[in-house]
């Protein structure tokens, strides 16, 4: 097992976000997180990337509580995009993606070769290599977005969190992304809005509704239309696709 949680609780006030959640993803596997949106899915993210500490439960990495594991250790082993990620300087592309190799580093190591290689692939592989000297308020929404993601990709971690990472980006880039997701060499675990990608590149599947999870399963299992009305309250039509093999949703108005 990669990453696990055991009934993680976490409130604000009296209010709770995250209700007695226990999951585990397996290692490998790209694992979509759905639900409408204030169900808890970015607080989840948020616990398991270490960055809120939850009321009640554990997280574990390989049956390890992360609660006991240094914080360096911890990065180079998990990395977090978030939805809304922020970089106030006006840094270059280039320095922001170089964020992802502190973890690898003593205060007193020098930068390498293979750093600079890593640094290079990683803005390779998000299309953004040509936009490497320019500057991060000069940046897109979607194209600062990539970068985040390549800057978590220069962690060399082997779990990823991603919080809604297609939010921003066209529909080009929307595909690329949710692909190159799917055939890391690690363990994901993405928020994500649209089924149909999630039917198309996730092995499975957690919905959430009300802090809770409602159903897990492969989304050949669990992508019905009792379930999406259920949790969405949308109608409608699932077929597989005559081109790829998955469930595709139409949806009925």
């Known amino acids: 097992m990669s990453i696990s949680a055991e009934n993680i609780t976490w409130k604000v006030g009296k209010k709770v976000i995250v209700n007695?959640?226990?999951l585990a993803v397996s290692q490998g596997q790209t694992v979509g997180l759905l639900g409408p949106n204030g169900c808890g899915k970015s607080s989840l993210l948020r616990i398991l990337a270490g960055l809120r500490r939850p009321h009640t439960g554990t997280v574990a990495l390989d049956g390890k509580s992360i609660a006991g594991m240094a914080k360096k250790q911890f990065a180079r082993r998990v990395a977090f995009v978030e939805q809304h990620g922020?970089?106030?300087?006006?840094?270059?592309?280039?320095?922001?993606?170089k964020l992802g190799r502190i973890p690898h580093h003593s205060p007193f190591s020098s930068w390498t070769p293979q750093d600079d290689e890593t640094i290079t692939t990683a803005l390779k592989t998000v299309d953004m290599l040509h936009h490497s000297e320019q500057g991060w308020q000069s940046l897109s929404g979607g194209e600062r977005q990539r970068v985040h993601i390549a800057?978590?990709?220069a962690q060399m971690p082997t779990e990823i969190l991603l919080d809604e990472p297609t939010n921003h980006l066209d529909i080009h880039h929307q595909i690329q992304l949710m692909q190159l997701i799917s055939q890391l060499p690690v363990t994901s675990?993405?928020?994500i809005h649209d089924l149909n990608h999630a039917s198309m590149f996730c092995d499975a599947l957690i919905v959430m509704q009300q802090g809770e999870i409602v159903a897990t399963g492969t989304p050949q299992e669990i992508l019905t239309?009792?379930?999406?009305w259920d949790v969405f309250r949308v109608k409608t039509k699932i077929e597989l696709s005559p081109f790829h093999g998955k469930k595709h949703i139409h949806y009925l108005v």
């Open 189 to 191: 675990l993405v928020a």
């Open 151 to 153: 800057r978590a990709l």
């Open 86 to 97: 922020m970089t106030d300087a006006n840094m270059r592309v280039r320095d922001v993606v």
């Open 225 to 228: 239309e009792d379930l999406l």
């Open 20 to 22: 007695n959640v226990s």
